[in-house]
């Protein structure tokens, strides 16, 4: 996202096309360049893809080393520059 909101932006707008619901999260990666990496969520339907839409329980949570509810939707969270860019895609 820091050195290609252009290019995010082109594939926000192709997915558009494509799919219902077309969004944007940013995950951090320390070893990728830049330190974070982008996913671009696509559905058919009107999701929320910012609410996980499975629980889980305590037990499978235990070994995650990474992952967790606010994370997930954190994932979604765009600094405001990404946000302008992206909102007519």
Do not use: Q, R
Request: hydrophobic share 35%; glycine share 4%; charged share 25%.
């Amino acid at each position: 996202m820091w050195i290609h909101v252009g290019t995010i932006k082109s594939m926000i707008g192709y997915a558009k096309k494509l799919f219902k619901k077309v969004e944007y999260a940013n995950i951090s990666i320390p070893t990728y360049p830049c330190g974070c990496i982008g996913l671009l969520c696509c559905s058919k339907t009107d999701t929320d893809m910012s609410k996980p839409n499975k629980k889980l329980e305590s037990k499978e949570f235990a070994n995650l080393k990474y992952y967790s509810y606010e994370n997930h939707s954190a994932a979604f969270k765009l600094p405001t520059f990404v946000l302008k860019e992206i909102e007519n895609a």
